[in-house]
C-alpha cells in the first residue's frame, strides 16, 4: 500500500494519487470501487469495519506526526497552544499541509496550484490534524465525531473550486473514523493569502468520548 507521505511527491503524479484515494474513501463509505460492482475483497473488508481508527491510520500507513516529541509548528506562526477543550469539545488550533518544517504545497490554487495537488495539500493538513487529536486526547479511538471544519483555501479571484480542494480533508476523516463519526459539517472559504505561502488551512472542532 502506497505510503500517504509518498502521495505528496509530486513525481507521482497528482492524478494518479487522487484515483487511489478516492477509491480508499469509498471503501469506507461502503461503495463499490469498480464498474462491475465486485467491491473490495469481502475478508478484507470486514476487517477492515472491525479495525478502530487507530488500527485504521496504521494499516493505511498514514506518517501521524507526534506533536508530543517535536512540538505543535503552529508555534512558529504565532502566540497560540494547540489546543483547547471544553467538556466533550476539542477545538484544535489551525492546521496547514507541513510535514516537520516544510510546507509541501505553496502557492494559489487557479494559478500555480491545481486543484488535485490542492486536494492532497488538504489530505496531508487531515493527517496534521489526527496529530494534533492524538497529542490532545492520547488516541484516534476517543474520537466520538468530527463536528465541523473551517477551512481556507488560497485561489485567486476566479477559482471555484475551494470545494473540491477541502473533500482531500474530509474523505481522510471517513477513511480513518467511518462516515458516521468521520463525516462532519464543513465550510471552505477562499482567501488572498495565508502564513508562509501555505495553500490550505483547517479549523477543527471534534467531539471526544470519555473524560
Known amino acids: 500500500?502506497?505510503?500517504?507521505?509518498?502521495?505528496?511527491?509530486?513525481?507521482?503524479?497528482?492524478?494518479?494519487?487522487?484515483?487511489?484515494?478516492?477509491?480508499?474513501?469509498?471503501?469506507?463509505?461502503?461503495?463499490?470501487?469498480?464498474?462491475?460492482?465486485?467491491?473490495?475483497?469481502?475478508?478484507?473488508?470486514?476487517?477492515t469495519d472491525m479495525a478502530s481508527p487507530e488500527q485504521l491510520a496504521l494499516m493505511m500507513g498514514l506518517d501521524i506526526p507526534d506533536f508530543?516529541?517535536?512540538?505543535?509548528?503552529?508555534?512558529?506562526?504565532?502566540?497560540?497552544?494547540p489546543f483547547h477543550r471544553v467538556g466533550s469539545l476539542l477545538f484544535l488550533s489551525g492546521h496547514v499541509a507541513q510535514i516537520g518544517a516544510e510546507i509541501t504545497h505553496k502557492g494559489r490554487l487557479g494559478k500555480d496550484v491545481t486543484t488535485e495537488e490542492g486536494y492532497l495539500a488538504a489530505r496531508q493538513t487531515g493527517i496534521n490534524v489526527l496529530g494534533g487529536i492524538k497529542q490532545a486526547v492520547?488516541?484516534?479511538?476517543?474520537?466520538?465525531?468530527?463536528?465541523?471544519?473551517l477551512n481556507f483555501v488560497v485561489c485567486t479571484p476566479e477559482y471555484e473550486e475551494v470545494h473540491k480542494v477541502s473533500s482531500g480533508l474530509s474523505d481522510l476523516f471517513v477513511e480513518v473514523f467511518g462516515r458516521e463519526r468521520g463525516l462532519g459539517g464543513r465550510a471552505t472559504i477562499g482567501v488572498m493569502a495565508l502564513a508562509n505561502g501555505v495553500c490550505f488551512e483547517t479549523w477543527a472542532t471534534v467531539e471526544i468520548e470519555g473524560d
Open 1 to 47: 500500500m502506497i505510503h500517504d507521505r509518498l502521495l505528496l511527491d509530486r513525481n507521482i503524479g497528482a492524478g494518479a494519487c487522487l484515483a487511489k484515494l478516492h477509491r480508499r474513501t469509498e471503501a469506507a463509505q461502503g461503495r463499490t470501487l469498480d464498474s462491475g460492482g465486485a467491491g473490495v475483497d469481502d475478508v478484507e473488508k470486514k476487517e
Open 68 to 81: 508530543d516529541q517535536m512540538g505543535y509548528y503552529g508555534a512558529d506562526y504565532g502566540t497560540m497552544k
Open 138 to 149: 492520547g488516541s484516534l479511538d476517543r474520537v466520538k465525531s468530527i463536528v465541523r471544519t
